[in-house]
């Protein structure tokens, strides 16, 4: 199904003040020619003036209402005859029909908030009767139910991600699927499971996120603009055929699930103590190496190998602990 734009359909202005001057006109024909019956009055008049004023309000029905960014799908006895976009006041045929088989679709998204209280004039009414079939062609940005997925590890994460789109084909969008909102969250659903399953939730070893054979640092945490990336080239893949394009995905969360949530926080935290505790070790090493060749150097004292075995033990035992040291004086003599 290709997409045929009706840019030559805007007259509605055109054809409204044509309609009303045509309907006024009947009306003050039908009241003179009747007066006038008797008086050798046009009977022929008389009956044209009454058909008119009973089917002459069927022009109303073809005058359609767009604002900026706004697109209608026409359908004519089940057939497509084209999309009509952009703002303006357009005359259609009156029996045409708009299409929009997710007008009523409530997605979490922009755009698709109704609003309380709003009221509608009765000549907007009769005039745009086909308000709700309209297509919005404005970026719009869809937030999905946050999942529940598996990394490559095998551990439930919880993720949610933002995806922005908008429409490009009208008549892809409204006749090569059921329903184009539906389908793009699905899609979406869809796509983000499959990216998700190659990636670790942290730098895990031997793990290849990209295919190519090689081991590499990728992450759902530390990676997050490349698998956004990916989930944005997965989507678009998939809602081709169904005219939408996709501008932007991004990660909105992204957690452990709340079954393995403590383990990994205690995880975490072991990680982070052997780091520190690695840290002031090679710091502590370094301290004692430098006061021993400063010792030396200085000729300050001169210690045997029992003497700096005793001292190293000390130093060490200060920098490293995790308490304050508790200091004692030696009176005696090590030998």
């Not at 209402?65 to 006041?89: H, Q």
């Not at 009769?126 to 095998?154: E, H, Y």
């Amino acid at each position: 199904m290709q997409e045929k734009v009706l840019n030559n359909r805007r007259h509605g202005m055109a054809a409204l003040l044509i309609t009303t001057v045509l309907y006024v006109a009947a009306l003050i024909g039908m009241i003179f020619g009747g007066i006038r019956m008797d008086a050798g009055g046009s009977p022929v008049l008389f009956i044209i003036c009454i058909v008119w004023l009973c089917i002459g309000w069927l022009p109303y029905l073809g005058l359609r209402i767009l604002k900026p960014s706004e697109a209608l799908v026409l359908t004519l006895f089940g057939k497509y005859i084209g999309t009509i976009k952009g703002d303006g006041f357009y005359f259609i045929n009156p029996f045409c029909v708009g299409v929009n088989p997710a007008s009523k679709t409530k997605l979490n998204q922009s755009g698709d908030v109704s609003t309380i209280g709003q009221v509608i004039g009765a000549a907007e009414t009769m005039i745009n009767a086909d308000m709700g079939k309209k297509l919005s062609l404005k970026i719009m940005t869809l937030n999905n139910n946050r999942q529940k997925i598996n990394d490559c590890l095998g551990n439930p994460i919880e993720i949610g991600i933002a995806v922005t789109w908008r429409i490009v084909d009208t008549a892809k969008a409204v006749f090569n699927v059921d329903n184009y909102k539906e389908f793009l969250s699905l899609q979406c659903d869809a796509a983000l499971r499959n990216i998700v399953r190659i990636y670790p939730y942290d730098v895990a070893p031997d793990v290849d996120t990209t295919g190519d054979g090689i081991a590499d640092d990728g992450s759902l945490r530390g990676s997050s603009e490349v698998v956004a990336s990916r989930i944005r080239s997965e989507i678009q893949s998939r809602v081709e055929e169904a005219g939408l394009e996709i501008i932007e995905a991004r990660i909105t969360y992204l957690a452990y699930a709340t079954e393995i949530a403590a383990v990994m926080l205690q995880r975490q935290q072991a990680s982070a103590v052997i780091d520190a505790r690695k840290m002031i070790v090679e710091g502590a090493v370094g301290m004692v190496e430098m006061a021993l060749n400063r010792l030396e150097e200085g000729k300050m004292l001169e210690l045997d190998d029992e003497r700096k075995a005793a001292m190293v033990s000390n130093l060490l035992v200060v920098l490293c602990g995790n308490r304050d040291a508790q200091p004692i004086v030696n009176s005696g003599s090590l030998y």
